[in-house]
């Protein structure tokens, strides 16, 4: 009998021009290039993915490949004081059917993702029936802020929102522990896996090894909280090589959850119907 290949949805990467991004890529095995990109979907399977924006919020600029779905970014680079004028275009991404959501980075923005200031945004969220994604755990550059993306900050968004799904991209690493007390605490907060491994893995079953006591910390976690409806696949790509991300993921998520963690959430949460 023919086993049954296993479909993934990448619920969590980057497709732009930014400042080392092509550096990256490489140490992951790419060119930071959507031919690059599209040949590693087709090599791993994955049929569809889910790209984090930023650094503009005009709807016209945000048009990309029809195996890709976008979240709408609202970063230090996009943000400001006019939440009118944030709003208009945040909403004029929202009616697009490419746009399935938007994604905050409240540590990049100095701003908790609970604060009335995003309060249009939430509810843009809850009229749209669509997710918001929101960075958490450690950030890319030193003048980040930490205690704006503690992933601890979500349980007073999912409290003061309870009608919108939260995504808590890259599971709070390495706050886990908090994490998983707000994904267990708040029904309306899944998390995405992305961020958590990085580049090339010349060996890995050696990586695994090595990394054991940390893997086996990510199983346990997800064990206790036993909530795997919840989960989805990620890599933050060109940040990591999509073919060991995937096998580390595997290392940790029971095999009997892989159709849910790899496809199905992100295909119901994104709403992506595939």
Known sequence: MKVKELQVIDSHFHFCDFPGFDQVALAAGYTNTEESLHQAFIENNVVH?????????????????????????????????????????????????????????????????????????????EKYDKPVAIHTGLTAT????????????????????????????????????????????????????????????????????????????????????GAYDRVMFGTDWPLANIADYISFVKGFIPEAYWDDVFFNNANRIYKLGL
């Open 49 to 125: 993915g889910v790209v984090m924006s930023n650094k503009t919020l005009d709807a016209k600029k945000h048009n990309y490949p029809e195996y890709m779905s976008y979240c709408i970014g609202i970063d230090s680079l996009t943000g400001n004081d006019d939440m009118d004028s944030i709003a208009a275009n945040v909403e004029e991404n929202l009616k697009k059917s490419q746009c399935c959501g938007i994604k905050l980075y409240p540590g990049y923005s100095h701003i908790y993702v609970y604060d009335e200031w995003y309060d249009p945004i939430y509810e843009l969220a």
């Open 142 to 225: 030193a003048n980040a802020l930490l205690k704006y993306s503690h992933p601890l900050t979500l349980d007073e968004a999912a409290v003061r929102h309870p009608n919108v799904q939260l995504v808590m991209c890259h599971i709070g690493n390495p706050f886990l522990q908090d994490a998983i007390a707000v994904l267990e605490k708040n029904h309306n907060v899944a998390v995405d896996l992305s961020g958590l491994l990085e580049g090339k893995v010349p060996d890995m079953v050696a990586f695994l090894r090595n990394k054991r006591g940390y893997i086996s910390m990510l199983r346990d976690w997800l064990k206790y909280l």
